[in-house]
Each structure stands twice: as C-alpha cells, then as structure tokens.
C-alpha cells in the first residue's frame, strides 16, 4: 500500500469496530491506519500481519518495524532503532474496542492481545444472523470451476473422482463467498474415439433407434471391444475415420448414434454424482465446436498461428514443443477446445475467475494454452490479476502396494461399487455398535451414508492436493486421527451435549451471554472467529486442506476445552452451551463446504 497518497486523519476514525467476518483482515485495518501516521509521507509500505503462534504472546503481531526501519534509518528519522518504531506503531493503533492490549516485544515485533468482550460478542452476533454473516468478499463475482469432466465411453476413474470431489468443494467454498460459480462438466464427447464407437454400434445394433441402455451394457466394455476391433481390423478402421468426419459434419444419422452413446455415458456418470450430492452442469467438448473456426481465425489474424509439419500451431516461449491447434488433417483438437471454451467463458459467460481441476499430469497442456490466451492479449500477463485462470492440479490415488489404485478382478475400479463399499463398512461398524437397535432403517441407512461417503471425501480433501494418496478403507473409516469419522462423531457428541442440557438453545442465544474467561475457552472462541480468515486462504490459494486443517484443529480446541471444563450444571452452562453451540455451527459449515453432511447423533 503506498501511503504516501493517504491522508493522515484517518487514523482517528476506526472507534467502534463491527465485526466483518475476516479477523485478520479487521486486524490488518488497525495497523494500516497505525501505520498512517507512523511512517513519513511518500514512504510505501505493505502491511504485515499474521496470527501469532501458540505459546506466544498476543494474538496477531504486526512485523512492519524492522523493515520500516531499514527504510527510514539515516534519513533525519527522530526514531532511534526498530523498537522504537515498534512502539510508535503500538502507540498510533487507533482505540478500538476490539484491541485489549498491544505491546512491543523483541527487536519490534507488536503484539495485539484481542479483547476477549469483544470476542464473545461478535460471536454471539454470529449466534444470532448466522454464520452466512461471516461470509468472505473476494474480488470477483463470477467464476467457472471446470471439473470432474470424464470422457464419455471411456472410464470415469478415480482421478475423475478426484477432480469431482476437489471441484466441489472449491465450488462450495466460492459460492459461500458469494460468488456466481458456473459448476462446469466440461466432458469428453467429441474425441476421434467416436468413429469407432459409432461404426461398432451400427455393427451390433443395426436398428439403432431402438438401442436400450440395457443392450450395450457396459460401456466401457463396449469401448474396449470397439477398440480392439479397429485395432485389428483395416476395414473397420477405415469406417470408422469416415464416420468422424460425417459425425463432424453433422449427418443426422450420426449425431443420433452420438447422442445415444453420450446419453449411456451420462446416465452412468449421474449415479456417482447423485451418491456424491454433486451438481454440475455439463457443457461438454462438442459445445464448443461451432465456436472454434472463428477463434482460431482470431488467433491467426493476430499473428500467433504458424504452419509445422502440416499442422497449425502457437510456438510459446519457454516450451520446447508448439501448442497443436489444428491436426495435420484439418481437425481441432484437446487444445483448440480449451481455448475455444476459454473465449467463451471470458466473452460470453463473462467469469472473471477460470478454475481447472485435473492430475497434474495436465499441468503442461493447461500453461500451454493459458500463455497462449496471454499472448493473445485475452488475460492480463500478471497469472494473480483477473480476469484470472488456475489449474488446480492433483497427484495420484494409490493402493496400498504403493502402486496406481487398482482392483483385484478388474483394472478399472468403478466408483460406484467404490461409494458403495465405503458406505457398506461403515453401516456394518455402525451395527457392531448397536445402532441398528437403537435407530430406525433409515437413520442407519443416512448415517452409514453421511460417514461413508464423508470418508472418502475428506481422505482425499485433508491432503495437499499435489501430493499423491493412499486409497484405505480402514484408515478413512476410523474414528481415530485426522478423519471425517471422527470429526462427525466429535460433532455429534457436541450436539448431544446441547439436547441432554435440556435448554432451548435459540432462546438461550437471545437472553444469555457468552464468556471467554478461561484460556481453554478462549483458545476455541479465537480459532471460531478465524474461520473466514481460513475460507479466504483456502479459496485464494485453492486449497481444500487448509479447511480440513482447521476443521480438525477446532475439533481438537473444543476437546482441550471439554476435557477440562464441565458444561452441564455448571455455573457457566448457559454461556459453554452457547460456545459449544457456536463450534457446532461452525464445524456443519467446514463439513457443508467439504461437501460432506453432519451427522446429529452417533
Ligand atoms: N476430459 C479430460 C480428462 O478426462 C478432462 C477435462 C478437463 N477440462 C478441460 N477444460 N480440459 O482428462
């Protein structure tokens, strides 16, 4: 921030503080202002703040003193050394009644101890309007997130689940943040690999009209079959070339046959969908057919096309090969598609924030075209200015063998016969404990479903996404350690405790107060108040894990607080069962954003 252009009264304004939602951001705004009138005017400075670490003093520190130091030192400064200007910058925060205190430590670090009345009362507020209130503000309004995205006919493997599970979230995270997200299925429906499927199915099923899903079966068996038959037979192979281009060039008869494959496709990728709770909106390869000749014909007049053996390309500095635009035969490829879907989202759909979720092993392929659409002046050339592109790349499933996750019959594992599993071992733990006594069928059914599918989900979400991942029943299904199991099971107890208390809790929101005069209590109400903070993190930086991260450190504050302190028919009841209340909402809102529903009794 150069505050050189700012005026210095500001300073005096911040009194009272409403709560915005980003703690950290509120934080920022005190120092910025302290700042202000701290430094000489034309100096620029960035505001540094961060949360302290546990065990340290403070709350937040701001660590701007030493470098301001290095600035000002020799230029006639009255300072006399960064503690100093620690203690300026202490002395210039504005009164706020968020601050307790602020004090200087070291060779200027500032420490801000935040009020812990403030606290309490901005997270009963939360109790109140609810904790959409604490909802981030990014910078843009509208978002595509393009993900899960199978190829029609070919397998929809676990890297599929991946991307779908990871997209989801992202999506849920943004839309939390008030943002329009178009939820992109941006699948594989118009490769060469139709000809073959086309002429095969002509083979089988002469009376196409009358084709039932039933008949082909399983489609990906078809595939193979259809594959192996053009693989090995001259003739058909030839058919099946002529057939592309027919399908290409839109012979009726054709796009039937198409759309009767891709019809097939859907109906067994809408089963994982369902099973996951994932909405999305398919806008597959072939949309973007009818668009691609004229962005190309863009591209070519701005200069950036060239000839290369035959075909058409864009040679990008600092890759050694060209990016392939059109096909030595006058066909569009992956690369045309995506650039072509690129335009239509940035001019037609308007998004200001394009986000790509596949294994890194696309990686190339999307810096590829992303510098091609900076080259042709779509993008700005700085990759965190929007109108802003991502690829959210993820690493590997892996069995236990350490090698590519694989059944034992097959060499495919169908995702869902894989949710089914999960869901499966997760009802059989549920009645090894009783639940089919105590509950109806169906509160069995929706637990194991809610534990089982939460599983994998959060198995996949809590690593970094880069890294690859073990795929393990017994270890996702545990309730010990860094799994949804127990992070449900830890949410249930807390909404138990609140049922056997016998309290209304939404009366007691309006007539009670909240207390963070404990250190276990107070620990757990400031990790409450830095969910936004973490939302804002995890969407920025495009980063599932660092919500689960902070989902399984609020479990572990809230046991550290219920291990030492009784709630029920103590003399704070009123104000724990408010704290334990507000940790319960938080924690539905990191399963909600993970995709993942809660369970309410275990
Ligand atoms: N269909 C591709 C695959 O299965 C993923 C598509 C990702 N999205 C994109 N716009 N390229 O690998």
Known sequence: LAFATRSKSVATMAASQEFTGNLKREVEKLFDASLRITVPDGTSVETEVAASLPGKPGDYQCNNAMGLWSIIKGKGTQFRGPPAVGQAISKNLPASEMVETCSVAGPGFVNLVLSSKWMSKSIEKMLIDGIDTWAPTLPVKRAVV?????????????????????????????????????????????????????????????????????????????????????????????????????????????????????????????????????????KGESFYNPYIANVIGELDSKGLIEESEGARVIFLEGFNIPLMVVKSDGGFNYASTDLTALWYRLNEEKAEWIVYVTDVGQQQHFNMFFKAARKAGWLPDSDKTYPRVDHVGFGLVLGDDGKRFRTRSSDVVRLVDLLDEAKTRSKTALIERGKDKEWTPEELDQTAEAVGYGAVKYADLKNNRLTNYTFNFDQMLSDKGNTAVYLLYAHARICSIIRKSGKDIDELKKTEKLALDHPEERALGLHLLRFAETVEEACSNLLPNVLCHYLYDLSERYTSFYSIHQVIGSPEEASRLLLCEATAVVMRKCFHLLGITPVYKI
């Open 146 to 282: 393009d993900f899960s995205s199978p190829n029609i006919a070919k397998e929809m493997h676990v890297g599929h689940l991946r991307s779908t599970i990871i997209g989801d979230t992202l999506a849920r995270m943004l839309e939390y943040s008030k943002v329009e997200v178009f939820r992109r299925n941006h699948v594989g429906d118009w490769g060469t690999q139709f000809g073959m499927l086309i002429e095969y199915l002509f083979e089988k099923f002469p009376d196409t009209e009358s084709v039932t899903e039933t008949a082909i079966g399983d489609l990906q068996t078809f595939y193979k079959k259809s594959k192996t038959k053009f693989d090995e037979d001259p003739d058909f192979k030839e058919k099946a070339q002529k057939a592309v281009v027919r399908l290409q060039g839109g012979d009726p008869i054709y796009r039937k046959a198409w759309a009767k494959i891709c019809e097939i496709s859907r109906t067994e990728f809408a089963k994982v969908y369902q099973r996951l709770k994932v909405e999305l909106e398919e």
